[in-house]
């Protein structure tokens, strides 16, 4: 940049020169400089160019085009090539790159069903990446944080929202087993005063294992040698490592056994 002497020497077909002196100005390159901001957040972001570029009337930059001055244009993450022109036809180019944070993710920790029918012991645990913190948590229940607890079976939303109000949504069910049932398998004893009678308990529903307690004592599944009585037992069904288990269902039914004469 800056003036420059030039020589131009013409030279006729008959030989004859003529020499011309001048001073050539070289100008200088215009100079990109602005700051987007913000440079990050959830697509489409809006950026707002604040610019220092005075010596050009235009911005522009691939997929769209902003005067220049304080602009705010919606943009998607990505590389932006900038080319400035002056008025002197001068160009200049320059990169500008648009970030945005990862996605939000809910990390499933731990997803606890209903222990038993009709319970609400259900929970759903989880851990919240990506994004930009701090988080707000809305469940379709309009519970508000990000773990929750004593619920009933069924299907629950999540939506996450980040300090940019960026939104990632998430569904989750909790399920519970089917409802505890039982019948009875019963043979009489044979003759009067035997003890070859036998119950035997036909659990249905539930969660296995099942544990039983019957009335003369006895824990297992059937119960053999029993004579003329009424025996009755009870049937607790829930997952036995789950809190719920002390209090699970419990069905209690009577059977007659008759000595026969």
């Not at 700051?35 to 570029?53: A, H, K, R, S, Y």
């Not at 691939?62 to 602009?71: D, E, P």
Request: a negative charge; hydrophobic letters at 35%; one cysteine or more.
């Amino acid at each position: 940049e800056g003036f420059y002497p030039a020589t131009l020497v013409a030279t006729s077909n008959y030989g004859c020169t003529e020499t011309i002196a001048h001073q050539v100005e070289i100008f200088p390159l215009p100079q990109i400089s602005f700051t987007p901001i913000p440079n990050e957040g959830c697509q489409p972001l809006t950026v707002v160019f604040d610019n220092q570029t005075a010596i050009s009337n235009e911005l522009v930059f691939t997929k769209t085009i902003n005067t220049l001055g304080a602009t705010t244009t919606p943009l998607n993450s990505g590389t932006y090539t900038v080319t400035v022109t002056d008025a002197n036809g001068c160009l200049a180019n320059s990169a500008l790159i648009i970030t945005e944070p990862t996605q939000i993710q809910a990390q499933l920790m731990a997803l606890q069903n209903v222990s038993c029918f009709g319970g609400s012991d259900g929970s759903i645990a989880l851990n919240t990446s990506g994004g930009t913190p701090n988080y707000s948590y809305l469940w379709s229940n309009n519970q508000t944080t990000e773990d929750i607890s004593s619920l009933t079976n069924g299907t629950y939303t999540l939506a996450i929202t980040d300090q940019n109000n960026c939104t990632e949504n998430f569904t989750y069910t909790i399920t519970q087993p089917q409802v505890l049932a039982a019948t009875i398998s019963e043979t009489q004893p044979l003759c009067f005063s035997y003890s070859d009678g036998l119950l035997v308990a036909n659990p249905t529903g539930g969660t296995s294992p099942y544990s039983y307690a019957w009335s003369n004592g006895a824990t297992t599944e059937d119960i053999t040698n029993i004579s003329l009585s009424r025996h009755g037992f009870s049937l607790i069904s829930c997952d036995l490592d789950s809190p719920a288990a002390s209090v699970g269902r419990k069905i209690t039914k009577k059977i007659a056994i008759n000595d026969r004469f």
